[in-house]
């Protein structure tokens, strides 16, 4: 993120403004993440990721999982309610927090540089790149390419408008942006579509919206 961005990040988590963390495992994740048959002990990247459950699903399943979050009390919060006490100690410009096979880099994702991640197999991007505005994701996507291996997957799962889709002629079909965003540097691969409904909060008295989860896997170009 920009500092403005940073910023007003940083102030979500001191407000507790954190409707977006999800309090369950993604339930792609048991589903889907099998599909992509990795060794166990493979290292797995989360970027922008919170204090997400995913990581100790992740670990679970014998990963070595690194994340990497802005907020230090997002991380605190990870392993205090999680029952985890890390080591903390510093790593070039970030604050380096680990327990078992999870690692939280606190710290800017755009400071990144390949040696603090190693080798990488997959990237699981849950909500990181539909967090950042949309002027920042293509720097996002530009620089995740620049730390990861070309060898690395991506298991990108997004939240899209139904009816916007629709409009677009995009429900099946592999997004704009994320065509935009991928297309040049990775083979993608639109594997599951699936319907949600929301409500809105402040409006219960509307009807429910349609929504999309997709889930999509990218394997770079390079590496074919």
């Known amino acids: ?12 988590w ?27 002990g493979s290292r797995v990247f ?7 459950l995913d990581m100790i699903w992740l670990a679970e399943q014998g990963h070595q999982v690194i994340g990497v979050e802005l907020s230090p009390i997002a991380v605190a919060d990870f392993f205090r309610e999680n029952g985890l006490k890390p080591n903390r100690r510093r790593v070039n410009q970030f604050t380096l927090w680990q327990h078992g096979r999870i690692s939280i880099l606190c710290g800017d994702y755009f400071a990144l540089k390949p040696a603090d991640l190693g080798e990488i197999e997959t990237v699981y991007d849950r909500a ?3 967090a950042l505005p949309e002027d920042i994701r293509k720097q996002y996507v ?7 291996p070309d060898t690395s997957e991506i298991f990108l799962l997004t939240t899209e408008d139904a009816a916007e889709n629709e409009t677009l002629g995009e429900s099946l079909e592999i997004g704009e942006e994320i ?6 540097n990775f083979r993608i691969d639109l594997t599951h579509i699936e319907s949600i409904f929301e409500l809105d909060p402040d409006s219960p008295d509307r009807p429910a919206t349609r ?14």
């Open 1 to 12: 993120m920009q500092s403005r961005d940073n910023v007003l990040w940083l102030q979500c």
């Open 14 to 40: 001191r407000d507790r403004q954190i409707d977006f963390h999800q309090q369950t495992i993604n339930e792609f994740l048991p589903r889907f993440w099998p599909r992509l048959d990795l060794a166990s």
């Open 46 to 52: 989360v970027p922008l990721c919170g204090k997400s």
């Open 128 to 130: 990181a790149l539909t």
């Open 142 to 148: 530009s620089h995740l390419c620049k730390i990861v």
């Open 179 to 184: 065509t935009a965003l991928y297309s040049q």
């Open 211 to 224: 929504a999309e989860c997709k889930l999509y896997r990218l394997s770079n170009r390079a590496a074919a």
